[in-house]
């Protein structure tokens, strides 16, 4: 894991560029080369966006591997932000993280952390009493389901869910989980132009923070509204990836969805996936760290639309997660048990 001090020195080195790696939820981790100039140019719309100013404190407690830990060293140095460094871990908050500071009682003007982390924190009243005094948090690396977004929204602080990847440079668009504004719709930053495919992934232009027009894997809604000034903004929701569509007879069921609607049902870890089925093309799977697949087949069949229903269970000891904290489909998809006879 790489240390603050590691990832300075090689920000301060002559080259122009910084190696970052992909958060491999669909796969393999991928290196990539981005610039340091178009890394401070995301840091500074961020910044503005919230309105960080020199002096207000920036906790970091997320992996300096990935471009979220960079980022916020990067925005620390560009708005010269005191920057709080912390162990990551699953509970950011806790005593034993916040003693490595050289005062745990400091406030924080600025956080980011993937869901797991807020989840975690929240857990714990004296821990959630200090997630609550965070002026912005900004929540990315995973979907926030409904009962996170219900935990978060009478935060008497900003809370944000973040949009964005490794190769835009942490997030292009955000939104609101509490208070007024809170919705479901992301705003992109002024900068950025969104269109879509024909299979209805979102196309970002981004040009201040990516070279080239970023043809994604995530199949969005786009609304129109009218801004302050009265001109339109576009605003999108995440309906899920491409790649997680289960074609089942011809009905094409989105792993998220399945997922979001199982969520405030189970609470023993799971992840919803596929394998093939002679019959049908594919099924729906899920797998599961219950031991009871009875109850949770009830479950299912209870909340779940007929089409959507898994027609296969499986305990596995652990759902596989990468090191954010997000399901590895990939990891997940080859747990399947595909030795059972299929239709």
Known sequence: MKTLEAFLEEWNNDSEVVLVHTSGSTGKPKPLWVEKQRMLNSARITCDFLNLKEGDTALLCMPLDYIAGKMMVVRSLERKLQLLSVKPSGNPLSDISLSALENPHTPITFAAMVPLQVYNTL???????RLKQIKH???????????LMNDLKDFPNAVWSTYGMTET?????????NGKSASHWYEPFDNVTLSQTTDECLVINAPLVCADTLTTNDRVEFKIEENGCGQPKTLFRIIGRKDNVINSGG?????EEVEQALKPYLTVPFAI???KNLKFGEEVVLLTEAENITEIAEICTTHLPKYCQPRYYQSVSSVPRTETGKI??????????KSEPLE
């Open 123 to 129: 857990q714990n009243s004296i821990e959630r009493e």
């Open 137 to 147: 948090l900004i929540i990315g690396g995973g979907a926030i389901d409904e009962a």
């Open 169 to 177: 440079l942490s997030h292009i668009a955000l939104r609101r989980l």
């Open 251 to 255: 009905v094409k069921i989105q792993i």
């Open 273 to 275: 996936t596929k394998r």
């Open 328 to 337: 590895a489909r990939a990891a997940v998809l080859r747990l399947v048990d």
